[in-house]
């Protein structure tokens, strides 16, 4: 013990190592793995992943039209779900933060988070029961004379959305604790008015936690193929193609280079929002 | 590095193997797969039977392989533990691709794949040739499934035959009428059923739409629903797109296509046998036909796994699979026809063997059994290339858009 006492380099080494191993191997080096398959080929037939180095992969990726208008596709409804997020979870967590009381707010918090502990299919598997023929969407556009959006893209991101809207809520909730109450009375003592307080002191304070929330939303719809699957009709996100390529086509080349679309996709994301300072809030 | 070069080589082999022998005039449409098509890597099989290792990893059919979890009275692997003191673990599939993904892991000792799997697996090395010898019961399997393009190369069993049925034609009694009695009612652009067709979410399927054009369309000339040249196979994946304007959902696990029958979110469409019964037994009002442009269907084979270090009791477990007891068990649970004639006298419904035409080799020859489409045609041709799974694979994505 009296060595490692006196290297307190090797101390540091033998704390973080571990750690930084796991990190380093399993999770960049699974990161690599996936790049270097990329570049590889498969035999059509057997579908033995052939080890010769080639762009092929990602030839198809850009130049057959089908993965550019799939890739599009996710990024819109991944964009969307993080919008209508967004705004549904602002007014929630505004009012957790400064309106309720205590007890109640005790109460909304452990009912934001409730959903989190039922099974991801249970959810899943409830919208597609209410997106249904005959099930509470579609009665309910029925009752006003509309047709139902049935499955497909729709049902999508009301799953997805319904799906995230936790990871949204509570960084929101969290920043908005941190605004001291005195920052409003400020406000109201000088004049101004409710809106006038939201637009000009809340709104500028909770932006970057917005943010920190949309990497979540965002980054969870780029990736999802199950919701999509259950609720989704006929249509395809970038996770379908690459389980697809992975489960049926046998073609992990092929699913490696697809799965590196929403990767650098997200590079690019988390680049923009370095800047808007949101990182530290996460 | 041993095992890296190993892979290269069997890789090697396998691409050698597929582009090598090319068709050749020999036999029928049916047989060139299995004579012209490739050469195997050369595997050994049993010469002789010895006692049980202890315990055997089956990779099957959702289905398949019951030990009375799923229901106390279906179980056929429990009979089978006492008898041979083989511990029997199961895993089961979704798709072919699946099975073949699973196979490559090497973990498994017997597998149930079905045409578009079997041969894929042949030409891979996962599974080795089977002395049929060893295997009492297979004397008693119906000729017309012996010695097969989707199981056997150049005459050698790669398994025993297990049962066929066919992807039948679904509807709604109640949303559907008249009652249709051609697959165009899922085609046809003008459907009155646009939004309500139901498919299935497989690149296989692209052989349905082939089989179609078959009888529709003559002038393409397609004589094998997998054997498509470049002109055949983009008629078929046109039709299919045009097609993806009627579908509501695709589907591949089969109680979600139960369940969009049940709320009618799916009112027509293609389905297993199987389907239709549990739909029937939840009082859903579903009838199946065979239509007149013919059917697709599977015909399965157990396969032994090459590195299965639990050989004896894969065979002894292929010799109980086909027996009659286990045999009828597993037709009539499944909803397909058995291999092994002697089942039809054991079923618990009687009608079981004529309600699937079991025996009838006619009405079996008439299915289009499941194959992997690949390069040498199927049909004998052998002036152009036809297209095979991978291209198959990447349509199927562009299909759904």
């Not at chain 1, 939201?198 to 709104?203: M, Q, V």
């Amino acid at each position: 013990m009296s060595t490692l006492h006196r290297h307190p380099k090797a101390r540091l080494g033998l704390l973080l190592g571990p750690p930084m191993l796991w990190l380093g191997v399993a999770y960049l080096g699974a990161l690599a793995a996936l790049f270097v398959t990329a570049l590889w080929t498969q035999n059509g037939f057997t579908g033995l992943i052939e080890r010769q180095w080639t762009l092929d992969s990602f030839r198809t990726l850009f130049t057959v039209d089908v993965y550019r208008t799939i890739a599009l596709r996710t990024i819109g409804v991944a964009a969307l779900v993080t919008v209508i997020d967004a705004l549904v979870a602002f007014p929630i967590a505004l009012y957790m933060a400064k309106v309720a009381r205590p007890g109640l707010r005790r109460f909304l918090l452990v009912a934001v988070l409730m959903p989190l502990w039922a099974s991801y299919l249970v959810k899943a598997y409830a919208w597609r029961g209410m997106f249904s023929e005959g099930g509470l969407v579609s009665s309910a556009f029925e009752a006003v004379g509309l047709k139902s959006p049935g499955y497909g893209l729709t049902a999508t991101v009301v799953t997805l959305a319904y799906l995230w809207l936790p990871y949204m809520i509570l960084p929101i909730y969290a920043g908005l604790e941190r605004l001291p109450d005195s920052l409003l009375e400020a406000s109201a003592d000088l004049g101004g008015r409710s809106l006038q307080t939201l637009r000009r002191i809340i709104l500028p304070t909770v932006v970057p936690f917005v943010v920190a929330g949309s990497i979540f939303t965002f980054s969870l719809t780029l990736g999802d193929y199950i919701a999509v699957r259950i609720v989704g009709g006929t249509n395809q996100l970038l996770g379908n193609v690459v389980y697809d390529n992975v489960g049926s086509a046998n073609n992990l080349p092929f699913a490696a280079a697809v799965a590196t679309v929403p990767v650098v996709v997200m590079l690019g994301y988390l680049a923009v929002v370095r800047r808007t300072g949101a990182m530290e809030s996460l | 590095m041993k095992k890296l070069s190993m892979a290269a080589s069997l890789a090697a082999l396998a691409l050698l193997a597929a582009c090598g022998t090319s068709g050749g005039s020999g036999g029928s449409a049916d047989q060139a797969a299995g004579t012209g098509g490739f050469t195997p890597p050369n595997l050994k099989k049993l010469d002789k039977l010895g006692t049980g290792e202890g315990k055997l990893s089956v990779l099957a059919w959702p289905g398949y392989a019951e030990d009375g979890s799923n229901d106390p009275k279906v179980d056929w692997v429990t009979p089978f533990e006492k008898q041979t003191g083989c511990q029997v673990t199961v895993k089961t599939f979704g798709t072919s691709d699946e099975a073949v993904t699973l196979m490559k892991t090497g973990q498994y000792d017997v597998v149930s794949a079905s045409g578009d799997a079997s041969l894929r697996l042949i030409a891979g090395g996962q599974v080795e040739p089977v002395n049929t010898d060893l295997i009492p019961n297979y004397a008693d399997i119906y000729p017309f499934l012996k010695n097969r393009p989707w199981n056997s190369v150049q005459g050698q069993m790669y398994g025993v035959p297990h049962g066929y049925g066919a992807n039948l034609l679904m509807w709604r009694t109640d949303k559907v009428k008249p009652a249709p009695t051609s697959w165009g009612a899922v085609f046809d652009p003008n459907s009155p059923y646009k939004g309500a067709v139901t498919a299935y979410d497989s690149p296989i399927y692209i052989a349905d739409a082939a089989m179609y054009l078959m009888a529709t369309k003559p002038d393409l000339g397609i004589k094998n629903p997998y054997a498509l040249d470049d002109k055949q196979f983009n008629a078929a994946v046109d039709l299919l797109k045009s097609q993806k304007t009627l579908i509501s959902e695709y589907w591949s696990d089969y109680l979600k296509e139960v369940q969009a029958f049940t709320s009618g979110n799916s009112v027509i469409g293609t389905t297993w046998q199987v389907i239709a019964n549990v739909a029937s037994g939840e009082k859903v009002p579903v009838q199946v036909t065979v239509p007149t442009e013919g059917v697709t269907g599977w015909s399965d084979t157990w396969m032994v796994s090459a590195t299965s270090k639990n050989k004896n009791c894969a065979y002894l477990w292929m010799n109980h699979i086909i027996s009659p007891e286990a045999n009828a068990a597993v037709a009539e649970y499944f909803g397909e026809s058995p291999a092994n004639g002697k089942a039809c006298a054991k079923t618990a419904d009687k009608n079981h063997c004529a309600t699937y035409h079991a025996g009838d080799a006619a009405y079996a020859e008439k299915i289009w059994y499941w194959t992997t489409p690949i390069e040498q045609c199927l049909d004998g041709r052998t002036d152009v290339k036809c297209t095979d799974y991978s291209k198959w694979t990447q349509a199927w994505t562009q299909i759904k858009g």
